[in-house]
């Protein structure tokens, strides 16, 4: 049996003169990110590793669910492949971790993490918005062969408030 738990990055800001991939969170996103990872505390499990895109806007959501989940001494990576839009770079790092993880995270950006949670996952949502986080479990027990899973978990802001 594996697990994801995948989280879009904190609502960005678009205040500075950046290119997108620099691009920090504003007041609302880091707001977000601690409210959905404070709240998601009790409900998520260690995972094995945590992997998350090197723009600057994923990379501080991860860091914040890290301090909040207390996840500080799981192994944690940046991936320059996650810093993907279509889901083509998302799924090939999936399919590609070491058999040995069991229970992956990962940080990115839409569309790619709409598109993977709608098709890997047994619940449709037109949207996975900025701080939003869903689990998919899924039978099988090795990466390359990742099939459809169930979903068992989803957290968005908007629930919360």
């Known amino acids: 049996m594996k697990k994801i738990t995948i989280i879009r990055h904190a609502k960005s800001s678009w205040k500075y003169q950046v290119i997108d991939f620099e691009r920090p969170l504003n007041e609302r996103g880091l707001a977000d990110a601690v409210l959905v990872s404070t709240y998601a505390k009790t409900k998520?499990?260690?995972?094995?590793?945590?992997?998350?895109?090197d723009a600057n806007r994923a990379k501080t959501t991860a860091g914040?669910?890290?301090k909040?989940?207390?996840f500080q001494e799981v192994a944690f990576q940046l991936n320059?492949?996650?810093?993907?839009?279509?889901?083509?770079?998302l799924i090939h790092t999936i399919k590609n971790c070491s058999q040995d993880i069991n229970h992956?995270?990962?940080f990115g950006h839409?569309?790619?993490?709409?598109?993977?949670?709608?098709?890997?996952g047994s619940v449709l949502y037109d949207n996975i918005p900025t701080s939003g986080l869903v689990s998919i479990e899924f039978d099988i027990d090795n990466w390359k062969k990742l099939i459809p899973g169930?979903?068992?978990?989803?957290?968005?802001?908007k629930d919360l408030k």
């Open 44 to 53: 998520i499990f260690k995972p094995d590793l945590i992997l998350s895109s």
């Open 64 to 66: 914040i669910f890290i």
């Open 68 to 70: 909040n989940l207390g």
């Open 80 to 89: 320059n492949k996650l810093y993907d839009f279509a889901g083509e770079d």
């Open 104 to 106: 992956l995270m990962l």
């Open 110 to 120: 839409n569309y790619a993490i709409t598109s993977f949670v709608n098709i890997y």
């Open 150 to 157: 169930k979903t068992i978990l989803k957290i968005f802001p």
